[in-house]
């Protein structure tokens, strides 16, 4: 998952996804980062993510209404996985995200 359709690398997205989280309507959700994120120290609660960049990136524009720049990559990688992301999100739910086990 190095670089996505975009051209966009893992890295980006994954600070993409660091960004959309700070949105006032991610906020609003209440959802503490060590959901989605493994703290790199207890300032920065922004370590490595433990679930898949592109779903959440997708999740989180879904919440803020923007196109997302990871969609086209997942659909690729995971046919109807983004479409299902959306859905979720608009009947207010949370999916259950792929998880990433910690790098050693």
Do not use: D
């Given at each position: ?35 989605f ?51 979720s ?16």
């Amino acid at each position: 998952m190095e670089n996505t359709q975009e051209g966009q690398t893992e890295k980006q997205i994954a600070e993409l996804c660091q960004r959309l989280y700070q949105h006032p309507l991610v906020q609003g959700k209440g959802w503490l980062p060590n959901l989605f994120w493994r703290p790199a120290n207890r300032e920065n609660p922004f370590g490595s993510l433990r679930v898949n960049p592109l779903e959440l990136e997708v999740l989180f524009a879904a919440i803020c209404g923007e196109n997302s720049r990871a969609r086209n990559r997942l659909e690729q990688e995971n046919p109807g996985r983004a479409g299902f992301i959306e859905r979720s999100i608009a009947h207010g739910e949370l999916p259950l995200l792929s998880f990433r086990a910690e790098a050693s």
